[in-house]
């Protein structure tokens, strides 16, 4: 069951490891076109419900484990509840709560102390974000939709144009500058992410 999904995998996605391929909901799933199908699907959700959702404080632990299962509760069981494994990105699992409170509160000053302007606050929040990595898998859509929730309802702002024509989950040249982007950000270069947002 782990080749299929493993296999065609992106650069700079995360590899599910046996436990937690074993929370799918779906038993007859086989290929990763069929697990993109139905994420797709539970993305669609989701989206629905953060848009209607009255829940105005989006910066808090609870808020970031709700969308995630928002986004991917109909697919995975372990969705909305943080990774207990080592991943190829993100922080030790045991650190993931603290390092999220951190991020929360920097955000929070942030906004609170206008530091950046939202636009650049949505783009820091987003790669703490994926670099803490907080849970098995979804977390750079979840974290997209997350910074963009940060634009539209904190701030009224449009969101960020992300995939930019292309398709952001698969192999491409918009993906690789994504990707090359949080890896220069990693590295505490911002400059190629601010620029693949628009933001300079
Ligand atoms: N070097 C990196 N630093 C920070 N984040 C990264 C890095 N490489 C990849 N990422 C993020 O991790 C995501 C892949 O993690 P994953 O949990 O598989 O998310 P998804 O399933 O939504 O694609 C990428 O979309 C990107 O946002
Ligand atoms: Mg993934």
Not at 164 to 172: A, C, F, H, T, V
Not at 181 to 199: E, H, N, T, V, W
């Amino acid at each position: 069951m782990a080749a299929p999904f493993n296999d065609n995998n992106p650069e700079g996605a995360t590899p599910l490891d046996r436990d937690e391929l074993a929370g799918l909901k779906f038993a007859h799933v086989t290929t990763r076109g069929e697990l993109d199908h139905l994420e797709q699907a539970n993305i669609q959700s989701g989206m629905q419900w953060l848009n209607r959702t009255r829940q105005t404080e989006i910066l808090s632990e609870v808020f970031i484990r709700t969308l995630h299962k928002r986004l991917f509760g109909e697919v995975w069981r372990w969705a909305g509840t943080f990774r207990t494994t080592e991943k190829n990105i993100g922080v030790d699992p045991i650190t993931i709560a603290i390092e999220l409170r951190h991020l929360i509160d920097d955000t929070r000053y942030w906004i609170d102390h206008q530091t950046y302007p939202p636009l650049e606050i949505a783009a820091r929040f987003h790669h703490r974000l994926v670099y803490i990595h907080p849970f098995p898998n979804g977390n750079g859509r979840h974290a997209r939709i997350m910074a963009d929730a940060i634009l539209t309802k904190i701030y009224g702002n449009p969101s960020i144009d992300w995939a930019g024509g292309y398709d952001l989950q698969s192999m491409n040249e918009r993906r690789q500058v994504y990707i090359s982007a949080l890896r220069a950000a990693d590295q505490r270069d911002y400059m190629p992410l601010f620029s693949f947002i628009g933001l300079i």
